[in-house]
């Protein structure tokens, strides 16, 4: 059975979309902006409106609370949201301790006010307390968009590590070519809402 089912997703100007994903697969998602990358992410997440049929673990999203689905499956967009003046009030619980390092952070910075914070320290950090969630499925909106070339070998090189320690499953999207090769797994192109069944490589 595969972790993750779909059929005949549609939402406003999306669809239908059809796609399963394996446990621990990495799924590499491109497309020209505006192609429905984000949306898919958002209908995967439960977060849009949309009709057809969502699974996990062969059972229907319907029948989970949705705070239950978003726990399992873990959208962690572009453009972070933070609600509160500390860092640490946005995390549920602490980061794994051997997590600083990899990415390149340090744990003081749970301290910090939000506004101190870098893009790039944002992103990690967004990124770090969805991982401390333990999901089944990671949904990552260009990760590493505001990212150097270091941080960004890093934090691939992380993920790839922790979806195999946890069995995590994820959908990677991004505009960088190269990064998606990098990563490997199976690759898909999305394009006016619709999935294709070619590679983009």
């Given amino acids: 059975m595969p972790l993750l089912e779909a059929f005949e997703l549609r939402a406003e100007n999306f669809g239908p979309v059809d796609l399963t994903l394996e446990y621990r697969e990495r799924l590499t998602l491109a497309g020209p902006s505006g192609s429905g990358k984000s949306r898919l992410l958002r209908v995967l997440a439960d977060l849009d409106p949309h009709s057809g049929t969502l699974m996990l673990e062969g059972v229907k999203s319907s ?6 689905w978003r726990q399992e499956v873990v959208l962690i967009p572009a453009e972070s949201a933070w609600w509160a003046d500390e860092v640490s009030l946005h995390f549920s619980q602490s980061p ?10 340090k744990e003081q910075c749970l301290e910090w006010p939000v506004s101190r914070l870098s893009s790039g320290e944002k992103q990690r950090l967004a990124l770090m307390r969805a991982l401390v969630l333990k999901p089944k499925i990671l949904l990552l909106d260009e990760p590493t968009s505001n990212l150097d070339p270091d941080n960004t070998l890093a934090i691939e090189a992380f993920m790839t590590h922790y979806c ?12 960088d070519m190269d990064q998606l090769n990098r990563l490997g797994g199976r690759a898909l192109l999305m394009n006016q809402g619709r999935l294709t069944p070619k590679a983009f490589k």
């Fill in 96 to 105: 794994e301790s051997s997590w600083w390092d990899p990415f390149h952070l």
């Fill in 63 to 68: 029948a989970i609370k949705a705070h239950i």
């Fill in 164 to 175: 195999q320690q946890y069995d995590t499953a994820c959908i990677w999207v991004s505009h």
